[in-house]
């Protein structure tokens, strides 16, 4: 079977892509999202990344890094339409949305809305760069717009956190091959079961 195609993109808030933070760090933690993408990638995910440069070149020694492709992070609303538009025709199973920062959630939502492709929604379990504030903005505005979605709170080399998104992105790739495959059916219900019966509809809403 073939490994899941996963769209990665890493969000922020236009006006913190510059911020230096007390400490002296950039604010956005672009080298986490640097080590989640490349954690994909270390379990067998073929990650198709926008832009398809790295975040981060070379070795990532920290969560925030100074030096850090500027282009790579997903800050307006022009970059995410691109962004869904070539994840379409990539014909990926799921998009991971890394939050690096906050983010200014109307800039992303009309293009989740109309790719309409399965979403995963990541920040680490980490104060630096107050992730948590953009992904519950984000997993709370998809709630109420009723954008089927998993969250996911933990670190990239955590195993629990691995297991959810693996568990996610598989289920996400089998939905999308069913979607593109034939199916035959014969015979009956079982024992003349009621519960055994195959229904036509609720297979086409699922699967088409």
């Not at 959810?164 to 790739?173: D, E, F, N, S, V």
Request: glycine share 8%; with cysteine.
């Amino acid at each position: 079977m073939r490994q899941p195609k996963v769209g990665f993109i890493a969000l922020c808030a236009p006006v913190h892509v510059e911020v230096i933070d007390e400490l002296g760090r950039s604010f956005p933690v672009t080298g986490a999202a640097e080590m989640a993408c490349r954690s994909l990638q270390e379990v067998g995910m073929n990650v198709v990344r926008y832009p398809s440069a790295p975040l981060v070149a070379g070795e990532v020694k920290d969560y925030q890094v100074k030096d850090f492709n500027r282009d790579a992070l997903i800050d307006s609303r022009e970059k995410c339409v691109a962004a869904f538009d070539y994840f379409t025709q990539q014909h990926v199973d799921c998009v991971v949305i890394f939050l690096t920062t906050w983010m200014w959630v109307s800039h992303y939502t009309q293009s989740i809305l109309r790719a309409n492709l399965p979403i995963v929604t990541w920040g680490l379990r980490r104060q630096e760069g107050c992730q948590m504030v953009g992904l519950l903005g984000l997993h709370g505005t998809l709630d109420e717009l009723g954008v089927e979605h998993e969250m996911v709170y933990g670190m990239h080399d955590d195993a629990d956190t691995r297991g959810k998104l693996l568990r996610y992105i598989r289920a996400c790739m089998v939905t999308n091959t069913l979607r593109r495959s034939k199916y035959g059916r014969f015979g009956g219900r079982c024992m003349d079961m009621i519960p055994g019966l195959f229904d036509n509809n609720d297979w086409l809403l699922k699967f088409g």
